[in-house]
């Protein structure tokens, strides 16, 4: 049943969660290189690694995997991961400025989702560590979804919400996310500080790029 907006029809924003919620890029760099490694296989370049973030890991993986054994290594970087993230030590933190940018939102009536590459393990997981299990309203993934930049994920976000294409603005760093949105005929705003550079995010359809998390708010409500 889709959710009811407080004030006329819903407007949405989904964000993608590496690279533009949480700084994640060390720990999947150092976990998928370990993941080749302990098959014998020569690891991925980090540049290359970092290139492939946001899709799901199956597609990640063959990308990269240049006749390595894909399915053996994605099953050696689900342990890798599991590992470091039940370390005391694991660091992934917000960007800074994330909380205030989803409170403002927030206020403003905003419904706030979440598009991932991640499983929905991982991300709730890491929703939970940062203090905001409570703030989305619905939780796309990657292992129940086609991974980006196929549309699904952002449809089923607004069809469990209700709110159409033109109501609705994905927040992402990378080409994936900025390609997802316009397959499902929702807006894109790409973010400066994650993995894919700005003519990328541009290539790929950015209707808007924020170089600052503080500006973040206020251009999507401008989309909006």
Not at 11 to 25: E, I, N, P, Y
Not at 160 to 170: F, K, S, Y
């Amino acid at each position: 049943m889709p959710i009811s907006a407080p004030d006329g029809p819903p407007r949405l924003v989904v964000f993608d969660c590496d690279g533009t919620l949480v700084d994640s890029q060390h720990a999947i760099v150092a976990c998928m290189r370990d993941a080749f490694s302990v098959h014998g296989c020569a690891a991925p370049e980090d540049a290359a690694i970092r290139q492939v973030i946001g899709l799901s890991l199956d597609e990640a993986v063959a990308r990269l995997a240049a006749g390595a054994p894909a399915e053996k290594v994605v099953e050696a970087y689900r342990q890798a991961f599991f590992a470091m993230r039940s370390r005391p030590d694991f660091h992934e933190p917000l960007f800074p400025g994330v909380a205030a940018a989803l409170e403002a939102l927030g206020s403003e009536g905003c419904l706030l989702g979440v598009a991932t590459g991640k499983a929905r393990r991982g991300l709730l997981a890491t929703l939970e560590r940062h203090g905001l299990s409570g703030r989305f309203v619905t939780l796309q993934t990657a292992d129940l979804n086609p991974g980006k930049p196929h549309p699904a994920m952002l449809l089923k976000a607004m069809a469990e919400t209700g709110a159409d294409p033109d109501r609705t603005v994905l927040v992402g760093d990378t080409s994936y996310d900025m390609e997802m949105a316009r397959r499902a005929g929702a807006r894109a705003v790409g973010v400066a500080w994650g993995y894919h550079d700005r003519r990328e995010l541009e290539a790929a359809g950015a209707d808007r790029i924020v170089e600052r998390c503080e500006e973040l708010a206020d251009c999507v409500l401008s989309l909006l």
